[in-house]
């Protein structure tokens, strides 16, 4: 009795949790936000088949156990790209189950949901019996030991039956945490949190006993398999010859574990339906992998350990219970049979909920709707219908489940159901897989390919088991039926030698993906299939969420009375966002049909969804052409939208540099009015003063000689001066229409620089200016204009004159040779030119802004001359430039002239 | 997951796992000396715990960024 209180404390302790997880979560403090609790609600996977028969199963065939929990690995190794496709999926499209899941891939067919809930119904109740069966089983073996638990089931009635109790507690555990939204997004986090809270028990039981067989019955692990290596019996209990089938089998039971994993009901909704974050899937990817490892390190000691104990610790399935039991021990058998019964009731509540759904969403509604018995006066009616229909498929399910464990319970190993349950499990594999990868397979191959499957699934895995349960001639056999012995249900056309398991999975996988693949390619696609298709296979395309798919025409409040017939008031509120019913006699906009569709699929499953929605929306209720060449157009898109950036990016650039290039235009046009302005000056000073003198001059004819002299030398030189500056005016603008005309010919530099020299000399020793020149070259010839070259020099000689020191004014003239050019270097020694001013002082107009002495602030020359210079220069095809002075630290002008090609001597 | 250096890796060490698992490996490793066990089962272990090992390195250090 004291073991009967334990257990049913300890499902009370669930209930505790679950009401937390579901207040907690009320409250938007959600318990289950953590990828941790999440990869150990994953750990459903672990069932009381794990708990014991793992060890069973490790004594009877070696290590082919763990490819049950390698195909896993696998699979959640896939997580971040496969699994989370699947979120992705069932979040937009509102997926309450696989059979959700496969029916709206396949164009939200309800006939397609139907059979996937009833392929699931059908073959996951043994399972569920497995776990029933596992708690009495080992409640007998707590209770009688050390007498064998061979007690028959169908002889006790069912009251004594502990699992009949366990099964009803359970009942009324998913009944309230199962069922108490209509909504399946709304998840169930209390029962996740339970969930997550019995994968840790399991966990904590299974490896207590581990630590205590392996450290307490024997002296670590090196004792234990120095004893088992001494035991011949045991010698090849280990190898892989232990393993059914071989390697075929062993590759077999890994694709099966693989795909079951992705297809059995309850990892299904474990994994995606109550997913609560698709980043979740990274930590669980590998953390579940862990978990695995850890369950299941000390399956082979355990097994090792009670097969070398012998008789004292029974059938294999019970080695975790009888090898504690064995030495003695109470309370940590106690804590084993909690660790089972958490294992076991985990996968029942779960795997209830998931086939619930399945049955009320995709079995019973589609009929209510069809049939249209289904009148429902007041608003909401539906919500409690729904949950009605679902607490009667859980008692159900329940029941079946018992019965069958009831009835046939006693002729299957615990193994044996469960990979028969998985194999069923496979079977919606291709429909699931491929489906959301090919965008071409339709609704009639996945129907045709899953009705093969399980057919081919019935024959050689379900039937055999009732021949030998003894409810049919086991004489088929190994004869084949009638005698045909190509249809053996363990050597199909004479496949012999394989594992059972092995030969049906690939025999009814051949069969599904063949019809899968073989019918869709010769069949057509509904337009609502095409779309469906679409949606599933491009799911990770950024672009699809926005996308709206109804092009019907319905009103508000026609949606508004459907969503309130159907799902209540407060599901309504939700999805129109203001809840005033002012304008219902307005259209309603296609997204917020969309929301109604979705909110209705969330809560009947995508199929019925269809139908209602489309009992009120008149007219095409997809803008199929639309989605499809939004989709079709992806990588189209896509490289669009990568050469637009492309071309905004240059059109970006190229804007930059007109608006730099505007500057330089208003700067020069500044420039330019500032010039005419001065030249304007300029002029009038030398024609003011003419214009005076020579009004004097005409005015007064008494003036001395010698002042008239004056006044005509003053009108001479202010003349000269004038035509100074017009000629310099007109030179750049010869340069600048290109009209200048050149004399090119064959000159020596040296000749010419010192004939400049010679002329500037004066002048510059008049002001002062100590000219110094450096010519260390005896010739330097280059072709150029002679008048115009000696035009430049002495510009650039008088230039930086003007520029030098005001206490020791000096200027440095050095010509030399650089390579095959020439250059003529002028020097100063006053401030030199900043940087950024270099290449502005040959701006037409440009003067040079003195930050020192106000002096020097009026600008000294017209600005012409240096850009007059530069162009004369590179019309010669020389250059010039502004460098940092190496000997007078000013400025330094420097001249580079190409050397004239190699001359003959008589034209010298 | 956004970046395909991430997803390329993950193929790999998926592909990595698939081939610590099967067949031509496994029979190597079942292939034991005269006497004694098998050492399989201790193979499937420390690859198990290895292909683990790695996919936390992948998806953590990548989460970590």
């Not at chain 1, 210079?869 to 010669?876: E, K, Q, Y």
Request: some cysteine.
């Amino acid at each position: 009795m004291a073991v009967l209180g334990i257990a049913f404390g300890y499902l009370g302790l669930l209930f505790v949790i679950a009401a937390w997880g579901d207040r907690r979560a009320e409250q938007g403090r959600s318990l289950i936000g953590s990828p941790t609790v999440y990869a150990l609600s994953i750990a459903v996977y672990c069932t009381a088949w794990t708990f014991y028969g793992s060890v069973g199963r490790a004594a009877s065939s070696g290590p082919s156990f763990l490819l049950i929990y390698l195909g896993p690995t696998l699979a959640m190794l896939m997580a971040p790209l496969l699994i989370r496709k699947m979120v992705r999926i069932a979040s937009a499209q509102r997926i309450t189950s696989i059979a959700d899941f496969i029916s709206a891939r396949y164009g939200k067919s309800s006939s397609l949901g139907a059979l996937v809930a009833l392929i699931a119904l059908i073959g996951i109740t043994p399972y569920i019996a497995l776990q029933l069966k596992a708690i009495t089983l080992s409640h007998a073996v707590l209770v009688n030991y050390p007498q064998a638990a061979d007690m028959r089931l169908v002889d006790e009635s069912f009251w004594h039956d502990k699992s009949f109790w366990v099964a009803l507690v359970l009942a009324v555990f998913i009944i309230l945490f199962g069922t108490r939204h209509l909504d399946a997004s709304e998840r169930h986090e209390g029962m996740v949190a339970a969930i997550a809270f019995e994968s840790l028990v399991k966990l904590v039981a299974f490896m207590a006993v581990g630590v205590f067989t392996v450290f307490v019955l024997f002296n670590g692990p090196g004792d234990l398999f120095a004893r088992v290596a001494a035991t011949p019996e045991l010698a090849g209990a280990l190898s892989l010859e232990a393993v059914p089938g071989g390697a075929v089998g062993w590759m077999g039971t890994l694709v099966l574990a693989f795909l079951a994993f992705l297809t059995l009901p309850r990892q299904f909704q474990v994994l995606v339906v109550e997913n609560v974050d698709e980043r979740h899937l990274k930590r669980a990817s590998w953390l579940f992998p862990l978990y695995l490892l850890a369950i299941n390190i000390f399956v082979i000691p355990i097994a090792m350990a009670g097969m070398l104990l012998g008789d004292i610790s029974g059938n294999p399935d019970s080695f975790v219970l009888t090898l504690p039991l064995s030495a003695g021990l109470d309370g940590l058998p106690l804590l084993v049979f909690i660790g089972g019964l958490s294992a076991a009731t985990s996968m029942v509540i779960v795997e209830t909920i998931a086939l619930s759904t399945m049955v009320s969403n995709q079995l019973v509604m589609p009929l209510l709707l069809r049939s249209r018995r289904l009148q429902l006066g007041s608003r909401g009616e539906l919500a409690g219908w729904l949950l009605g229909i679902r607490r009667v498929a859980i008692l159900l399910i329940l029941l079946l489940g018992y019965l069958y464990h009831a009835l046939i319970g006693d002729s299957y190993s615990l193994v044996t159901i469960g990979l028969v349950s998985f194999t069923a499990a496979a079977q919606f594999a291709p429909a699931l897989l491929i489906g959301m990868y090919w965008r071409g397979a339709n609704r009639k191959g996945a129907s045709l390919g899953l009705i093969a499957g399980f057919l081919i699934w019935a024959w050689t895995l379900l039937l055999p088991g009732f021949a030998q349960s003894g409810w049919l001639d086991p004489g088929f056999l190994d004869q084949g039926p009638w005698g045909i012995a190509w249809l053996r249900p363990y050597a199909m056309l004479g496949l012999e030698g394989w594992d059972i398991y092995t030969h049906s999975l690939l025999w009814s996988l051949v069969a599904n993906v063949g019809l899968l693949v073989g019918i869709s390619l010769f069949s057509r696609q509904s337009p609502l299939e095409q779309t469906q298709a679409a949606l599933f296979t491009e799911a990770m395309h950024p672009g699809l969420m926005e996308t709206s798919l109804w092009q019907g025409q319905t009103t508000r409040g026609e949606l508004r009375l459907l969503l309130d017939r159907y799902l209540g008031a407060n599901a309504t509120a939700r999805v129109f966002s203001r809840p005033d019913a002012s304008e219902d006699d307005l259209p309603a906009p296609p997204a917020l049909i969309s929301r109604a569709e979705q909110a209705l699929a969330g809560a009947l499953g995508s199929a019925s969804a269809r139908v209602l929605i489309n009992s009120v929306v008149r007219g095409e209720a997809l803008d199929l052409d639309a989605i499809l060449s939004i989709l079709d157009t992806t990588s189209e898109t896509l490289e669009v939208n990568r050469r637009l950036e492309q071309k905004s990016n240059e059109l970006a650039r190229a804007s930059e540099e007109l608006r730099s290039a505007n500057e330089r235009l208003r700067e020069l046009d500044r420039l330019k009015d500032e010039f005419v302005a001065m030249v304007s000056h300029e002029l009038r000073t030398p024609l003011t003063s003419i214009r005076a003198f020579a009004e004097i001059l005409h005015d007064s004819q008494d003036l001395p000689e010698e002042k008239r002299r004056h006044f005509l030398d003053v009108v001479v030189h202010e003349s000269q001066r004038l035509s100074r500056l017009i000629e310099e005016i007109l030179d750049l603008a010869r340069l600048e229409s290109g009209r200048l005309t050149l004399n090119p010919q064959r000159l020596d530099l040296v000749i010419l620089a010192r004939h400049s020299l010679d002329a500037v000399h004066r002048l510059q020793e008049n002001r002062g200016v100590d000219l110094e020149v450096d010519i260390s070259l005896d010739t330097a010839w280059v072709v150029g204009d002679p008048d115009r070259l000696e035009q430049v020099i002495i510009n650039l000689v008088d230039n930086a004159g003007k520029f030098t020191d005001d206490d020791d004014p000096r200027v440095l003239v050095r010509l030399e040779r650089h390579k095959d050019h020439f250059r003529l270097a002028v020097e100063d020694n006053g401030p030199g030119i900043a940087e950024g001013e270099r290449e502005r002082v040959f701006e037409k107009f440009h003067q040079i802004k003195h930050s020192g002495s106000q002096a020097r602030g009026r600008p000294k020359g017209s600005g012409l001359g240096l850009p007059i210079s530069r162009g004369i220069v590179a019309h010669l095809g020389g250059r010039l430039w502004v460098e940092d002075a190496p000997h007078l630290g000013g400025a330094c002008l420097v001249m580079e002239m190409p050397e004239a090609p190699a001359a003959e001597p008589e034209e010298t | 997951m956004t970046s395909p250096r991430i997803k390329e890796r993950l193929i790999a060490l998926i592909l990595l796992a698939l081939v610590l698992f099967s067949p031509p490996l496994i029979l190597m490793m079942d292939r034991n000396p005269e006497a004694g066990l098998s050492r399989l089962p201790l193979y499937l272990f420390l690859a198990w715990a290895l292909v683990i090992a790695l996919a936390a390195w992948l998806m953590e250090r990548q989460s970590g960024k």
